[in-house]
Structures are given as structure tokens and as C-alpha cells.
């Protein structure tokens, strides 16, 4: 049974940061200017040796909570924990270094709200200078599609593009260590647990440059088909175990 949210509810967005100075401060003030007052974002560091820490710390702001991790972990450790610490009946994703465009939290609550478990939007993808090199994301990928096995064959779930709610969140948790990726994993998840929206406009900018972490795409067929077996085998025992109260983090 869903929980009863509005779209006055509360709404948390869980990031990642490692080593992102260049963007990170730009990325968090394009979120706190859609967030409300009640609202936080759930930052884990992930033993960051750049000027990543002081540039969050700076923001002043006490809708952002950071956690530091004494020794690098990897991006879907750190996503594990950001969720764990989150407090809201909705919960976004983000990324260190994308921009949020105005609207993105009321048309994914909108959604959320009406019934879906999951919702996502598409995304304009810029360059490291912030310049727009492709209008859709989603178009790139061949439009979304948002079935289980449409997720097996190529992956349309973009973690920085979605939000869910808490019951999902209960389901995602904890995150295997060995999925290809987190935003992978929630999406087919969402597919098995009720219903996915997406909201066909670009509410980020999503940024592509080379220090991105985006494993698969540098990945062999071998792997890649490994990786599917093992994401669907560990998706159907998440799915019959059903979903359990993840142990949050003590604030």
C-alpha cells in the first residue's frame, strides 16, 4: 500500500560529490533555488582531496547536510549512505555536477503524487563549459522506454533525471555492490513495483565531460551481458523478499 504524500511534502535529494569543486557549488544552487524550506540535501563526500568540502561548507545553507567519508568507498557506496540519511517521503538523486532547471521538484512531485512510484524527465546534455550539445538526452537513447526488459536490453534510467517514493527507497536499499549502477538498479526496481512517469522535457542540464563516472559505456559485450544476468537475477529476489525499513543512518 503507497503512503499518502502531497505536494507539500517534504522532499530529500541525495548526492555524491568526489573531487567536484569545479561544478559542485553551481549545481547546489541551482537545487536549493527549486527546494523548499523544509527540504535538505543529503551530501556524501567520498574522501574528496580537492577544495570539493570548503565549496559545500561555504553555501552557509542548513538545508545541506554533509557527511564525510574518511576513505574513497566508490559512487554507489556513497549513493547507498546519501539515501540511507535521507528523511523525506520523496527523494530525488543528483549529481555533483549537473544544473537543475526550474520546475524539476514540482513536476516529479506531481507525478509522484498522482500514483507512480518513480519519475524521471529528460535531460539537455552540455559540455564541460556548460554549452548544449544535445537537446535530449532520451532521444540519444532511442525515447524512454520503461519496461523491466526494455531496462535489461539498454538502460533509459538516469539517476540524476529521477526521483521516488519512500517505499520504493525501502525496496533500493541497500544497493548490491555488484550492479553496473545505482540509477540502474532503482529503475528496474520501479518497473516491478508499480508505475514509472516520465515527464517528456528536459528539467537538468546534464553534464558530460571526462571525469564523468559512467562505467558501461566503456564496458565489453561480455561484461555488459554478465552484468544484465546478475542485475535481473538480484531485481527478482529483491522483488519476492519485498521490501523491508532500511536502518538509517544515525543523524
Known amino acids: 500500500m503507497q503512503s499518502s504524500i502531497t505536494a507539500a511534502s517534504p522532499v530529500s535529494v541525495a548526492m555524491a560529490t568526489f573531487n567536484g569543486e569545479r561544478y559542485v557549488?553551481?549545481?547546489?544552487?541551482?537545487?536549493?533555488?527549486?527546494?523548499?524550506?523544509?527540504?535538505?540535501?543529503?551530501?556524501?563526500?567520498?574522501?574528496?582531496?580537492?577544495?570539493?568540502?570548503?565549496?559545500?561548507?561555504?553555501?552557509?545553507?542548513?538545508?545541506?547536510?554533509?557527511?564525510?567519508?574518511?576513505?574513497?568507498?566508490?559512487?554507489?557506496?556513497?549513493?547507498?549512505?546519501?539515501?540511507?540519511?535521507?528523511?523525506?517521503?520523496?527523494?530525488?538523486?543528483?549529481?555533483?555536477?549537473?544544473?537543475?532547471?526550474?520546475?524539476?521538484?514540482?513536476?516529479?512531485?506531481?507525478?509522484?503524487?498522482?500514483?507512480?512510484?518513480?519519475?524521471?524527465?529528460?535531460?539537455?546534455?552540455?559540455?564541460?563549459?556548460?554549452?548544449?550539445?544535445?537537446?535530449?538526452?532520451?532521444?540519444?537513447?532511442?525515447g524512454f522506454k520503461g519496461s523491466a526488459l526494455a531496462t535489461l536490453v539498454k538502460n533509459r534510467y538516469l539517476g540524476c533525471t529521477m526521483a521516488m517514493r519512500r517505499e520504493l527507497l525501502d525496496e533500493v536499499l541497500p544497493i548490491p555492490p555488484t550492479v553496473p549502477m545505482h540509477d540502474m538498479w532503482i529503475g528496474l526496481l520501479g518497473t516491478l513495483r508499480g508505475r514509472v512517469a516520465y515527464v517528456d522535457r528536459p528539467l537538468i542540464h546534464y553534464r558530460r565531460h571526462s571525469a564523468n563516472v559512467s562505467p558501461e559505456r566503456r564496458a565489453g559485450v561480455a561484461r555488459m551481458m554478465a552484468w544484465r544476468w546478475r542485475l535481473a537475477s538480484l531485481a527478482l529476489g529483491r522483488k519476492l523478499r519485498g521490501p523491508r525499513p532500511p536502518a538509517l543512518e544515525a543523524q
Do not use: Y
Not at 87 to 99: A, K, N, T
Open 25 to 142: 557549488e553551481a549545481q547546489l544552487r541551482s537545487i536549493l533555488e527549486e527546494l523548499q524550506p523544509h527540504d535538505e540535501i543529503v551530501v556524501v563526500d567520498d574522501a574528496s582531496t580537492d577544495g570539493t568540502v570548503a565549496r559545500i561548507q561555504a553555501l552557509g545553507d542548513a538545508r545541506v547536510r554533509l557527511l564525510r567519508q574518511a576513505h574513497n568507498q566508490g559512487v554507489r557506496a556513497s549513493f547507498d549512505r546519501a539515501l540511507r540519511a535521507c528523511r523525506h517521503p520523496i527523494v530525488f538523486l543528483s549529481d555533483q555536477d549537473d544544473v537543475w532547471l526550474p520546475g524539476k521538484r514540482s513536476a516529479l512531485v506531481a507525478e509522484l503524487t498522482a500514483g507512480a512510484v518513480l519519475a524521471l524527465s529528460d535531460a539537455r546534455v552540455i559540455d564541460a563549459e556548460g554549452r548544449v550539445v544535445e537537446a535530449s538526452f532520451m532521444a540519444r537513447r532511442g
